[in-house]
T-cell receptor
Framework: GQQVMQIPQYQHVQEGEDFTTYCNSS?????IQWYKQRPGGHPVFLIQ?????EVKKQKRLTFQFGEAKKNSSLHITATQTTDVGTYFC???????????FGQGTRLTINP | ETGVTQTPRHLVMGMTNKKSLKCEQH?????MYWYKQSAKKPLELMFV???????ENNSVPSRFSPECPNSSHLFLHLHTLQPEDSALYLC??????????????FGSGTQLSVL
């Protein structure tokens, strides 16, 4: 079935370093969403990308959707301790209501 | 607050118990979802209700039984669970009925431990 693969599974950085997580799908996606889950919290919607090659920015976060609409990335510039958490990508699966989540990338930061 | 409230926040139950998880959304949304989040697995969709009708049942064991009495409330009834059912159970809602292009609003979850 539809799978969304996310790498890396874990990433530990020093505060101030950059961070990137990648999301890959075996099939073309109509759109991709990104969520953040703080430790002990619940997933919170960050953004949705729809267009091929789309790039969106939210302050230090940059989101990209690949030209073939099969991959996406989230890049954080100059990480801060508030960026700690697990970042999930999610794309349409089989069925109208099914959103398939990647395994997530857990980001930890050394202050 | 996301506008989606889940109770209880934590639940410990034995394998022979019957319990229910409750979810309420105050956003006027039309679709509600149950997700399971285990330590080493991605978020797994369990059930979807759209306009109070179940539209997705993702091969979930019958020991999990959902109920959606109206568009604002969603329940997950639990009976004779197994220890491997221990997980964080998340409720979510979306404005429209097609989750694949709608952003999901998640509740805080119920952390379930089955002994």
């Amino acid at each position: 079935g539809q799978q969304v693969m996310q790498i890396p599974q874990y990433q530990h950085v020093q505060e101030g370093e950059d961070f990137t997580t990648y999301c890959n799908s075996s099939t073309t996606l109509s759109n991709i969403q990104w969520y953040k889950q703080r430790p002990g919290g619940h997933p919170v919607f960050l953004i949705q990308l729809v267009k091929s090659g789309e790039v969106k920015k939210q302050k230090r976060l940059t989101f990209q959707f690949g030209e073939a609409k099969k991959n996406s990335s989230l890049h954080i510039t100059a990480t801060q301790t508030t960026d700690v958490g697990t970042y999930f990508c999610a794309g349409p699966g089989q069925g109208a209501q099914k959103l398939v989540f990647g395994q997530g990338t857990r980001l930890t930061i050394n202050p | 607050e996301t506008g989606v409230t889940q109770t209880p926040r934590h639940l410990v139950m034995g394998m022979t118990n019957k319990k229910s998880l409750k979810c309420e959304q105050h956003l006027g949304h039309n679709a509600m979802y149950w997700y399971k989040q285990s330590a080493k697995k991605p978020l797994e969709l369990m059930f979807v209700y759209s306009l109070e009708e179940r539209v997705e049942n993702n091969s979930v064991p019958s020991r999990f039984s959902p109920e959606c009495p109206n568009s604002s409330h969603l329940f997950l009834h639990l009976h004779t669970l197994q220890p491997e059912d221990s997980a964080l159970y998340l409720c979510a809602s979306s404005h429209g009925t097609a989750a694949t292009n709608e952003k999901l609003f998640f509740g805080s979850g119920t952390q379930l431990s089955v002994l």
